[in-house]
């Protein structure tokens, strides 16, 4: 019996991580020239654990998005509401980056930010009502969104002269 593959679960699953991908371009190169200047809170985590934690709840992301697909009738059924909740989710979050490492807005990317949570809550609701295992896969991301957004709002508060600079130099 030959093997099916399903292209629209591996599609919907790489989907989100595509965004992931094309951010960390933007991302290592603001890292040591910036990014590493900032007055940066004693918590936060690691800078390496961001790629595989971000690979791993874009997977989720991606496959939730699936199963909310396959069990609400695609596009044309009752899934079209949280595929577009969560396609605006994932638009939200990749433009956070370019926001923050590439236009060095911290107090901007602060802001949008607050799109990414309420897009990520309701996607989290609404998969949920087409499929509970969906919905919490997405809890995992919201509560990262949680700590993204602590993180984010201690850089802007505690570097507020240079929140809006391009670059900060070391003495």
């Keep these: 019996m030959p093997v099916q593959i399903n292209w629209t679960a591996i599609g919907a699953t790489i989907l989100p991580n595509l965004g992931g991908i094309a951010g960390g371009f933007i991302t290592r190169a603001a890292i040591p020239k910036w990014y590493e200047n900032l007055k940066r809170p004693e918590w936060r985590p690691p800078n390496w654990v961001f790629a595989p934690m971000w690979t791993s709840l874009y997977t989720s992301m991606g496959y939730a998005s699936y199963l909310v697909y ?7 059924g009752p899934a079209r509401l949280p595929l577009i909740i969560y ?3 994932l638009v939200f979050n990749w433009i956070w980056t370019p926001i923050f490492f590439g236009a060095r807005r911290i107090d901007l990317a602060l802001f949008e930010m607050q799109l990414v949570n309420a897009t990520a809550v309701a996607t989290a609701y609404l998969f949920h009502q087409i499929n509970p295992v969906a919905g919490y896969l997405i809890i995992p991301y919201c509560i990262w969104m949680g700590l993204a957004t602590a993180l984010n709002y201690t850089i802007w508060r505690d570097n507020k002269e240079g929140a809006k ?3 900060i130099k070391k003495d």
Excluded: K, L, V
Excluded at 70 to 76: A, I, N, S, V, Y
């Design 70 to 76: 396959r069990d609400g009738g695609g596009f044309e």
């Design 165 to 167: 600079i391009t670059e």
């Design 87 to 89: 396609g605006s989710n």
